[in-house]
Nanobody, 122 residues
Framework: YLVESGGGLVQAGGSLRLSCAAS????????VGWFRQAPGKEREFVAC????????YYAESVKGRFTISRDNVKNTVYLQISSLKLEDTAVYYC?????????????????WGQGTQVTVSS
């Protein structure tokens, strides 16, 4: 299963690092993605990373500000968020996928974390 941490309240322009710790079936190769859901909106793709960490993809809205990385020894994926904007306020979820192809859609998720709240204040 997946457990997110690192969310909180931060001022606009600030930074946070979210963590997603995986346990259980970590012997299988899997991609990890971050998604977020803002109040009143549908959940959307933020970023994903391949099993070995060699490939990462980002939503256009976060390119240049968010960085996804993974440590397979610790079974943890990180999302470094910089230059936070008010519109980044959301619950951030990590998810794991055993599917092939780039993991950018919820339909390919096999496991979800419980989410961590990120609130950006002005």
């Amino acid at each position: 299963y997946l457990v997110e941490s690192g969310g909180g309240l931060v001022q606009a322009g600030g930074s946070l690092r979210l963590s997603c710790a995986a346990s259980g079936r970590t012997s299988r190769n899997f991609q990890v993605g971050w998604f977020r859901q803002a109040p009143g909106k549908e959940r959307e793709f933020v970023a994903c990373i391949s099993w070995r960490g060699g490939s990462a993809y980002y939503a256009e809205s976060v390119k240049g500000r968010f960085t996804i990385s993974r440590d397979n020894v610790k079974n943890t994926v990180y999302l470094q968020i910089s230059s936070l904007k008010l519109e980044d306020t959301a619950v951030y979820y990590c998810a794991a996928s055993f599917s092939s192809g780039v993991f950018t859609t919820e339909e390919n998720a096999h496991y979800w974390g419980q989410g961590t709240q990120v609130t950006v204040s002005s």
